[in-house]
């Protein structure tokens, strides 16, 4: 077994059973892993509007899915699950509303778990332990942005990266990373349009 490939072994695993839940865009990014493996996908729902007024509001929504059962030799628990969003140019971070969807989760994820907002980024850390032999549901993410483009502009939310933290027999703590292609990789747009004339 070569203990280095681990900890990518089983976030791929866990990302490619993810399959599609009620509502919003079911988005599959292909991921390049470190250390390498091969025909990875991240899967998720993002749930946001097509258009928004100029110097409105809206809510991007994620939604994640059951990760089927992790399971690799060796393997004690995963933990440190991280996953980061690139945030529209085009539209400002509305001050405190990132959040984690209340009920949405499963109980060795969601203890601990935060999102939060820094420098037009959108971060995500599940700090539980998911146990070899068991799966998880990450909880659903929401955040609110102002839009501060002209009409006409796009307003993308991006995946930037994917980490997370094997604990392996013997060997302890094994880190891995794993890259959307392209990166940054588009997970749904906005358009931005005129408000109606008086």
């Known amino acids: 077994m070569d203990s280095k490939l681990v900890a990518t072994a089983l976030v791929a695993t866990s990302l490619l059973a993810a399959q599609a839940v009620a509502g919003g865009t079911t988005v599959r990014a292909p991921l390049a892993c470190t250390p390498g493996a091969g025909d990875q996908y991240f899967t ?3 749930t946001l509007p097509a258009e ?3 110097a409105s509001t809206y809510t991007v929504r ?3 899915a059951p990760s089927g059962t992790i399971s690799h030799t060796g393997l004690r628990y995963l933990h440190d699950l991280a996953t980061d969003y690139v945030l529209p140019r085009g539209a400002t971070y509305v001050a405190g509303s990132a959040r984690i969807v209340p009920g949405t989760g499963t109980a060795n994820v969601t203890p601990g778990a935060r999102v939060w907002h820094e420098a037009g980024m959108l971060h995500v850390l599940l700090p539980g332990t998911v146990e070899n032999g068991s799966s998880y549901t990450p909880p659903s993410v929401e955040v609110q942005l102002k839009v501060a483009a002209a009409a006409g502009a796009k307003l993308p939310v991006k995946l930037s990266q994917v980490r997370a933290t094997a604990n392996v027999f013997l060997l302890g703590d094994m880190k891995s990373s794993c ?4 990166k940054p990789y588009v997970l749904g747009t906005t358009t931005v349009t005129k408000a109606a004339s008086p």
């Open 44 to 46: 998720a729902n993002v």
């Open 52 to 54: 928004a007024v100029e």
């Open 62 to 64: 994620i939604d994640s």
């Open 179 to 182: 890259d959307p292609t392209p």
